[in-house]
């Protein structure tokens, strides 16, 4: 029932942006911490990006930290994630995920990912 469904993938060019969407479905979405985890090719899933439930607490990793702006409308029932200054090591299958704590150790819940691919 839980459906979490990212959109904004695609082709992007170094220095260039894009923003990802995820919209959530069957929880209450305001409920829900939301998150972004990113794996390259041959590489562990690497976590990007967390927002709380009203959007209040941000929390990146240093690798996309001032590059990359994670928010949320609840309204909406969606999460984003906007891409910015692109390099082509941002080349990965980026995935939402949604848990009723904020940064758990483990999230319940998973898109299905979708492809970003920067060229050089």
């Known amino acids: 029932q839980v459906q979490l469904v990212e959109s904004g993938g695609g082709l992007g060019q170094a220095g260039g942006s894009l923003r990802l969407s995820c919209a959530a479905s069957?929880?209450?979405?305001?409920?829900?911490?939301m998150a972004w985890f990113r794996q390259a090719p041959g590489k562990e899933r690497e976590f990007l990006a967390g927002?709380?439930?009203?959007?209040?607490?941000?929390e990146y990793a240093d690798s996309v930290k001032g590059r990359f702006i994670i928010s949320r409308d609840n309204a909406k029932n969606t999460v984003y994630l906007q891409m910015n200054v692109l390099k082509p090591e941002d080349t990965a299958v980026y995935y939402c995920?949604?848990?009723?704590?904020?940064?758990?150790?483990?999230?319940?819940?998973w898109g299905q990912g979708t492809q970003v691919t920067v060229s050089s």
């Open positions: 069957g929880l209450t979405f305001s409920s829900y911490a």
């Open positions: 995920a949604a848990d009723r704590v904020f940064r758990p150790t483990e999230y319940a819940y």
């Open positions: 927002i709380s439930w009203r959007g209040r607490r941000t």
